[in-house]
């Protein structure tokens, strides 16, 4: 697979990564195989993915253990991005946020031991916390960087005043942000500050959570424990809304002897050389199709003509209820 560079700082990782977050939350029921993922997640070291997306927050914990596990054999063969950010109870569940520079050195080193590994080559702050200046955040990373601990720093869903403040304590590698067709809100501001900066773009739900594989319509039932349910984005109303964009993925994509998923992630590739999408799944199928999205070769033409097509659609629905969306973009 081809490979890009995240960040000034010269991290280089597939033009592809591997969101594991789906394999212990968010998305309905949790696979119950432990062996089968790990089976999926070698496989896509195999197939030359390089960079794979974990958090202590996903199960809470258990992802990272996942992940460490499964890439145990090809340690110095990947690259692991995990993230720092909430606060915990007694009983290990979620608890708001938390950024204190005592709790990050006290996540990285549980982080460390959960992924069975001695640095983290790509750390993020999950979300802004707007009790601990940035200032702190990015200067407790850069004494972790220079401890061994940590290879690069990382934001995720931050604003621009933040990545700029911070970037300028310690160098940030990569934002991790939504963006795709489905979600288009970081060409406005984002994008054009992290190309000034030299800092990478790492989209998480590059397949609109699912919704631009086709696979999705206005008759789908969403189970318990599947974050969607609860998107205003994903109501019946607005699927059926929206299906005007997955249409428009299908027609280019009977052209290309390609799925919509694979010309939704072409077209993100194809947008700059340091965006570098990371794609979830449980499913061997779904990986075999996602590898194939980055062979996908979209021409001038054909992009011009997917985005004056797709300018015409009026997509419906907000990102997130207003209660999370308040935890983003600051």
Not at 51 to 76: C, Q
Not at 121 to 134: A, S
Not at 284 to 308: F, K, S, Y
Request: overall charge negative; hydrophobic content about 40%.
């Amino acid at each position: 697979m081809e490979m890009r560079i995240l960040g000034s700082s010269k991290l280089e990782v597939s033009a592809l990564g591997f969101g594991c977050m789906g394999m212990s939350q968010s998305f309905g029921p949790n696979p119950g195989d432990r062996s089968q993922m790990i089976d999926l997640l070698r496989t896509a070291a195999g197939r030359g993915v390089t960079f794979f997306d974990t958090a202590e927050v996903y199960g809470p914990f258990v992802n990272e253990e996942l992940v460490g596990e499964a890439l145990a054999p090809v340690r110095d063969q990947v690259v692991i991005a995990t993230k720092f950010g909430f606060a915990f109870d007694a009983d290990g569940r979620q608890s708001g946020l938390s950024s204190q520079p005592e709790h990050i050195r006290r996540a990285v080193d549980g982080s460390l031991r959960r992924l069975g590994t001695g640095h983290i080559d790509l750390l993020y702050q999950h979300r802004v916390d707007p009790q601990v200046p940035i200032e702190d955040v990015a200067g407790t990373v850069k004494d972790l960087i220079a401890a061994g601990k940590v290879g690069h720093f990382g934001l995720s869903q931050a604003g621009t005043r933040t990545i700029r403040r911070a970037h300028a304590v310690q160098p940030v590698t990569a934002l991790q942000s939504e963006y795709s067709l489905f979600w288009r809100e970081p060409e406005d501001e984002i994008i054009p500050v992290l190309e000034e900066l030299g800092i990478g773009l790492v989209p998480f739900s590059p397949l609109g959570r699912g919704f631009l594989t086709g696979h999705i319509d206005q008759a789908t039932q969403f189970g318990d424990g599947d974050i969607r349910a609860n998107l205003p984005r994903f109501t019946a109303e607005a699927r059926a809304a929206n299906q005007a964009l997955v249409d428009l993925l299908a027609r280019i994509a009977d052209g290309k002897d390609a799925t919509p998923a694979q010309i939704a992630l072409a077209w993100l590739l194809a947008q700059k050389p340091w965006i570098v999408p990371i794609p979830g799944t449980t499913k061997m199928h779904r990986l075999e199709e996602n590898i194939g999205g980055a062979a996908v070769e979209l021409t001038r033409e054909d992009l011009r003509q997917l985005e004056a097509a797709a300018s015409k659609i009026s997509l419906q629905g907000a990102r997130y209820p207003e209660e999370l969306q308040k935890l983003v973009g600051r």
